[in-house]
């Protein structure tokens, strides 16, 4: 499948966590210990919100993340308090830079870890349940992008955690009258520049890894001598598939069937299970 990371603080050089962790998102796409796949190298994207409020800017590449040195100036030069990442194991889909996450509409970001079985048995019907205002902005192949731009019809802006919500329980829906018992599976993360959301469910109830980082201060507390904690603010906080570091009590499970808020004041669980 995928893999990826989402960070919302103080702002900092995104290599920091994307390149420069003792277990970076570059070195998962190589190295995934956690993942479906061992290695992630058809393609990745990143995002970011510009600190001026403006809408997220996004790079994405066909290139192996490992591969790519644009990535590296990139995120060694800016500066950014909310931003996503994505390394990408395609499934069916092709590579194309069309088909790397995140996904972006206006001011919203969305990436997904995950797959919605069978999708080109589904896809028609799917595809034709989002708006047609929104069917344009659908530029790759991927049944993660029509996830996103379903989420956006059934309601996301208003309220993300029932339009994810209503998108999941569409796919059960569609999967259900095509014969597909357990259609969806897969972590997803939603950004309004603001808070980000994160959720884990799959119909089967067996989701793929998502983790979110401890409190920075009790950790620099807990490890004085860690110097590469000390390039984190307090405010700093971390969603991942897979830890990126090995420091015991760094990185929490986010428990199955849940949503994740992070925002100003920190994270908030709740349980996320969309009727049947």
Same mark, same amino acid.
């Given at each position: 499948?995928? &893999?990826w990371?989402?960070?919302?603080? $103080?702002?900092?050089?995104? /290599?920091?966590?994307v #390149?420069? !962790?003792q277990?970076s998102? *570059?070195?998962?796409? #190589?190295?995934s210990?956690? +993942?479906?796949?061992?290695?992630?190298?058809?393609?990745?994207?990143? +995002? %970011?919100?510009?600190?001026?409020? !403006? $809408?997220?800017?996004?790079?994405?590449?066909?290139?192996? /993340? %490992?591969?790519?040195?644009?990535l &590296?100036?990139?995120?060694? @030069?800016?500066?950014s308090s909310?931003?996503?990442?994505?390394?990408?194991?395609?499934? %069916?889909?092709?590579v194309?830079?069309?088909?790397c996450h995140?996904f972006?509409?206006?001011n919203?970001?969305?990436?997904?870890?995950? !797959?919605?079985?069978?999708?080109p048995?589904?896809?028609?019907?799917?595809t034709?349940?989002?708006?047609?205002?929104?069917?344009?902005?659908?530029?790759?192949?991927?049944?993660?992008?029509?996830?996103?731009?379903l989420?956006?019809?059934? =309601?996301?802006?208003?309220d993300p955690?029932?339009?994810?919500?209503?998108?999941?329980?569409?796919?059960?829906d569609? =999967? &259900?009258?095509?014969?597909?018992?357990?259609?969806?599976q897969?972590t997803?993360?939603?950004?309004?520049g603001?808070?980000? %959301?994160a959720?884990r469910y799959?119909?089967?109830r067996?989701?793929?890894t998502?983790?979110? @980082?401890?409190? *920075?201060?009790? #950790?620099?507390?807990?490890?004085p001598?860690? $110097?590469?904690?000390?390039l984190? =603010?307090? &405010?700093?906080?971390?969603?991942?598939?897979?830890?990126?570091?090995d420091?015991?009590?760094?990185?929490i499970? *986010?428990p199955? @069937?849940?949503v994740?808020?992070?925002?100003s004041? =920190?994270?908030?669980?709740s349980?996320?299970?969309?009727?049947?």
């Amino acid at each position: 499948m995928c &893999r990826w990371l989402a960070y919302s603080g $103080e702002a900092l050089r995104p /290599a920091t966590v994307v #390149l420069d !962790s003792q277990h970076s998102l *570059v070195a998962q796409s #190589l190295r995934s210990a956690l +993942g479906a796949e061992t290695v992630n190298g058809d393609g990745f994207g990143f +995002g %970011w919100y510009p600190d001026d409020g !403006s $809408e997220p800017a996004l790079f994405h590449s066909t290139e192996p /993340a %490992w591969n790519d040195r644009n990535l &590296r100036e990139l995120t060694r @030069s800016i500066r950014s308090s909310l931003f996503f990442s994505h390394v990408r194991a395609a499934t %069916w889909a092709p590579v194309q830079q069309t088909n790397c996450h995140p996904f972006r509409y206006e001011n919203w970001m969305f990436m997904h870890n995950g !797959s919605i079985a069978q999708f080109p048995t589904l896809k028609r019907d799917l595809t034709f349940a989002v708006d047609p205002s929104l069917y344009p902005h659908i530029l790759g192949s991927t049944d993660s992008e029509v996830l996103f731009h379903l989420a956006l019809t059934l =309601g996301l802006q208003d309220d993300p955690v029932a339009g994810v919500g209503a998108a999941i329980r569409h796919v059960e829906d569609v =999967g &259900r009258d095509h014969g597909v018992p357990s259609p969806m599976q897969g972590t997803v993360a939603v950004s309004d520049g603001a808070t980000v %959301w994160a959720f884990r469910y799959s119909s089967e109830r067996r989701t793929r890894t998502l983790f979110h @980082s401890a409190d *920075v201060q009790t #950790l620099q507390a807990m490890y004085p001598d860690a $110097e590469r904690l000390k390039l984190f =603010g307090p &405010r700093a906080r971390l969603i991942v598939s897979e830890p990126l570091n090995d420091l015991p009590g760094a990185f929490i499970e *986010v428990p199955e @069937s849940t949503v994740l808020r992070v925002d100003s004041s =920190g994270y908030h669980h709740s349980p996320f299970l969309p009727e049947s």
